[in-house]
Every structure is written in structure tokens, then in C-alpha cells.
């Protein structure tokens, strides 16, 4: 197999060489978003009639939900957060405005490492009581009021750099999960730092304010490439896309890394993506509206809530009452603390039967790949919908589904296997026998929603 690292290199040389062009790309990028949220948000509502090719509306939905999405998690796993470094709009603007606020210090409350944890179940939450993958108001309203918060952010603190993505983005804890899986990353060599070869640059504008000297994996490096070549000692290479999960110890991973995930983008991203097909929801709006009828509690059945606060488009017929508002946070809730916590403990248990109870965390990062795989099916879903919708097949959908989520449970039990080597035989047993319990529940999950139900 060729070496690749000769022309990666280069490539990461190039990135430094021409980050001016990089930032025009990001300003054409900020232009894109922004027309594709706010216009389809003051557009007339699409009727039952109109597809995609002759309402911008449901063009813009598609391209934001059905490709945008899906497709920027799929670039983490492959390519690192190079989404954050070169593409993403908000990460642009919150530089851009650091650049002319009050350059303040980060409070330390604002430093709390669980805020992108709660920011994602926030945003996530929200998201689902306002329906913002159906429509372009609500998508304004969460991910413009996201970018406007960036903003603010950006002109309140540090100056010239992205405190935003740093401490406060809703999905920075779910990219840096994601990017351990990237098979390329940028690597410090410490030690060639400290020597400090000609030619001496100066030290580059670390925007997510990292310490390039000390930079490990791909997690938090937003790959913009700004440092490459520093000191000779920061190179873009290849890497085997498993070497950061393996490499992981229970003193490099914040216990917030594994609530997130767990927790996070496995047990509340699963109920979002559930929810609208579950019978078990179903069973649970059924059961309380009886008893809110045989209480006279008719007040929770109407539907004259705001739009901003739950789904309100009588003219579609497509209403959340207080009740429907009610059970999505009850289903969210259940599904995130029984999933994450059921696989929590596991992991928990996992890790004393192998004889280290400390190991748990490393234990529970092995789910990333299940984790990545498990958003990808669930935000596909919308586009699978959608081009149904404009009447395609898409046959292959479902084969396709079976493979990625075999694929992902497979390489995670792998992942755990290796953390388990250094166990003797029996205790590695037992404690695999953990894993698979992990894998196999989520997966259930998810074959439930595509298959089961």
C-alpha cells in the first residue's frame, strides 16, 4: 500500500499556505446557510402537493436535513473536524466577531466541561417538541438562534478566536467523539517541538485556543490546518481510524466524553429518531389522555400552544397538544436515562469483572462507532423520507442500513476486545460478554425503529 503521508503532508502545508482562500470559502459557506434558513422561513407553507424540484421550501429542507446533516457526521469520521476548521458558519462568524468585541477572559462558569453535554440534550429536546426537521421556522429558530449566540459569544470574549466551539457549541462534545474515528489527523511531535528547527515561525492562530504543543489525537483539533508544518513538528498523516479509541485511558477521557455518549448521542438521539414510530408512544399518549378524560383534565388535550414552543400548524392538521408536548419529554427522558444508564452500568461491570474498575471509561468509548453509526441511520432517515416522498425507491435502503449497523456493532466489540487483551482469560470472557450485552441492546434499538416495528 502507498504512503500517503508524503502528499497529506503537502496537503496540510497547502491548507497553512492558503488559508486566506480557505476564509473566502468560509464566508460562501456562511452565505449558504444563512439563505438557507431564513428564506424558506418567511416562504408560504408547501401544500400536500409540492415536491422538492418546484418549491424552494422543501429543496432547501432536503438539502439542509437530507444532505447537509447526514453528510457533515460522515466527514467527521472520515476526515476529522475539518467541518469545524474550514466549513462551519457559526465557527466563521464567532472568529469573525472576536475579532471587533471586547476580548473579555472565559469566565470559568463558562468553562464547565458539561456544558456541550446539555447544550446537545437542550438542542436536541427542543428540536423534536418544534418539529425542526419539518419545518424552516423552526430550524430558524434553533440554529439561527445558535449562530446568534455564537456571535455574541465571539464579541463579548477572547478576540480571534472560537470560544463558541471551544466550551459552548450544542454538537463540539459530539464532533470530538466522532473525529477519534478519523483514519487522518494532524500529529505533534512533542519532542521535535521543543528543539525548535528552523525555520521558526511564528506560532499560528490556534482559533479553539489548543495547545498545539501538547495536541493529542483528533478529537479537539478542528484540522484547519493553520499550524501545519510548525517547528516541523506538526504533520497531517495517516492513522488506523482505531487508534485513538485504543489508545485511550481512563486519565484522557472526561467523564462528561462518556455521559455524552451514552447518555447523549445513544440513548437521546435514539428516542428523538424513535419516537414518531413507536408503538410503546403511542401506548403512553393513549393510556394518560384516558385518564386526563375520566380526571376532566380536557385542557392538556388542546393544541393552542405556540408555534416556538410546540409544533402549531393547524393549516397542515399537524398540531402537538400539551399532551403529545408532555409524552415526547417523557419518551426522550426514559429512553436516554434507561439506555444510558443500562449501558453505563455494564460498562461499570464490564470493567470490575476484567479486574480494573477504572477502566470503565475506556470501555464505554468503544461504543463510538455504534454511536456515529446510530446518528448517520437516524438523520439518513429523513433523507430516505424525503426522496420517497418525490417518489424514488431506494430498494437498496435497507440492505444498506443492516450492513452499516453490523459494521458498527462489529468494529465496537472489536474495539472493546483489544481493551480487554491485557485480562486473563476467563475475566475477559465474562467481561466481553458485557460488550456484546452493550452492543446488542443498542442495535436492538435500532432494529426496532427499521425493521421491528
Known amino acids: 500500500m502507498p504512503d500517503l503521508n508524503p502528499w497529506l503532508q503537502r496537503l496540510g502545508d497547502g491548507m497553512r499556505r492558503h488559508g486566506a482562500a480557505i476564509r473566502r470559502v468560509q464566508w460562501l459557506v456562511v452565505l449558504f446557510y444563512v439563505v438557507l ?9 408547501p401544500d400536500s402537493q409540492a415536491r422538492m424540484l418546484d418549491n424552494l421550501t422543501l429543496l432547501a429542507q432536503f438539502l439542509f436535513w437530507g444532505l447537509w446533516w447526514p453528510f457533515v457526521l460522515l466527514s467527521i469520521v472520515l476526515f476529522g473536524r475539518l467541518w469545524c476548521g ?14 471587533y468585541g471586547k476580548g473579555l477572559g472565559m469566565p470559568r462558569a463558562l468553562r464547565w466541561a458539561g456544558w456541550p ?30 449562530t446568534i449566540a455564537a456571535v455574541l459569544v465571539g464579541l463579548l470574549f477572547a478576540r480571534g478566536k472560537r470560544v463558541w466551539c471551544r466550551y459552548l457549541c450544542p454538537v463540539s462534545g459530539v464532533f470530538a467523539l466522532l473525529a477519534r474515528l478519523a483514519p487522518v489527523h494532524f500529529r505533534v511531535d512533542e519532542q521535535r517541538w521543543l528543539e525548535n528547527p528552523a525555520p521558526r515561525r511564528p506560532l499560528p492562530n490556534c482559533a479553539p485556543l489548543l495547545d498545539i504543543r501538547r495536541l493529542r489525537g ?18 497531517l498523516i495517516a492513522r488506523s481510524s482505531s487508534e485513538e479509541i485504543l489508545d485511550a485511558t481512563a486519565d484522557t477521557l472526561s467523564p462528561w466524553e462518556v455521559r455524552l455518549l451514552l447518555f447523549g448521542v445513544i440513548g437521546l438521539a435514539m428516542g428523538a429518531f424513535q419516537w414518531t414510530v413507536s408503538p410503546w408512544f403511542v ?13 376532566d383534565e380536557i385542557w392538556a388535550l388542546q393544541d393552542n400552544a405556540p408555534w416556538w414552543l410546540l409544533t402549531h400548524y393547524p393549516q397542515l392538521n399537524d398540531s402537538f397538544s400539551w399532551l403529545d408536548g408532555a409524552c415526547i419529554l417523557a419518551y426522550l427522558g ?13 460498562m461499570h461491570l464490564a470493567a470490575k469483572l476484567a479486574g480494573d474498575p477504572t477502566q470503565y471509561r475506556t470501555l464505554a468509548i468503544t461504543l463510538t462507532p455504534l454511536g456515529a453509526a446510530g446518528l448517520f441511520l437516524g438523520l439518513s432517515a429523513t433523507t430516505v ?20 449497523l453490523l459494521a458498527a456493532m462489529a468494529w465496537s466489540l472489536w474495539l472493546g476486545y483489544k481493551h480487554l487483551e491485557p485480562t486473563t482469560s476467563a475475566r475477559r470472557l465474562c467481561a466481553l460478554a458485557c460488550l456484546v ?10 432494529w426496532l425503529q427499521f425493521w421491528g416495528w
Open 37 to 45: 434558513l431564513v428564506v424558506p422561513a418567511f416562504s408560504p407553507l
Open 86 to 99: 474550514v466549513l462551519c458558519p457559526e465557527g466563521a462568524l464567532s472568529e469573525w466577531a472576536s475579532q
Open 117 to 146: 453535554t446539555l447544550a446537545f440534550c437542550l438542542t436536541t429536546v427542543y428540536g423534536q417538541l418544534i418539529s425542526v426537521y419539518d419545518y424552516a421556522q423552526a430550524a430558524l429558530l434553533i440554529l439561527g438562534g445558535s
Open 218 to 235: 483528533a478529537a479537539d483539533c478542528h484540522a484547519c490546518g493553520r499550524c501545519s508544518g510548525q517547528r516541523d513538528a506538526v504533520r
Open 283 to 295: 401506548t403512553l399518549k393513549q393510556g394518560l389522555a384516558q385518564w386526563l378524560v375520566a380526571h
Open 334 to 346: 426514559l429512553s436516554a436515562l434507561l439506555l444510558g444508564s443500562t449501558l453505563l452500568l455494564l
Open 385 to 404: 423520507k424525503l426522496l420517497r416522498y418525490e417518489g424514488l425507491l431506494l430498494e437498496w435502503v435497507q440492505p444498506a442500513r443492516a450492513g452499516l
Open 437 to 446: 450485552s452493550a452492543n446488542s441492546l443498542v442495535g436492538y434499538g435500532w
